[in-house]
Nanobody, 124 residues
């Protein structure tokens, strides 16, 4: 069973940047696609980014495209989310998730394992 631990959240001013990390345990990391999701207070969880097992395919929703970049280092069992040009509406609890398939998916229900989340707060 995979365990995921996020880090890198914090308080940042609008326009600033943060880099989130998600460290995964287990020997199947390089076979699994990974994703980032977020949940803001009073809102539903939403998709932020996904990356295939090989790292060659990434997917983003329009509201982060061009600002966020997902990447992974399979040698370190770690996936990253670089967030630039942050806006107050990016404030949320950010989760990483793992799915036991090499292909990307944007659907939260398909992900098998989830981390506990890391808080990102963007002040305006």
């Amino acid at each position: 069973q995979a365990q995921l631990v996020e880090s890198g959240g914090g308080l940042v001013q609008a326009g600033g940047s943060l880099r989130l990390s998600c460290a995964a345990s287990g020997r199947t990391f390089s076979s699994n696609a990974m994703g980032w999701f977020r949940r803001a207070p009073g809102k539903e969880r939403e998709f932020v980014a996904a990356i295939s097992a090989s790292g060659t395919t990434t997917r983003y929703p329009d509201y982060v495209k061009g600002r966020f970049t997902i990447s992974r280092d399979n040698a370190k069992n770690t996936v990253y989310l670089q967030m630039n040009s942050l806006k107050s509406e990016d404030t949320a609890l950010y989760y990483c998730a793992s799915v036991t398939t090499p292909l990307t998916t944007t659907q939260a229900i398909r992900y098998n394992y989830w981390g506990q989340g890391t808080q990102v707060t963007v002040s305006s």
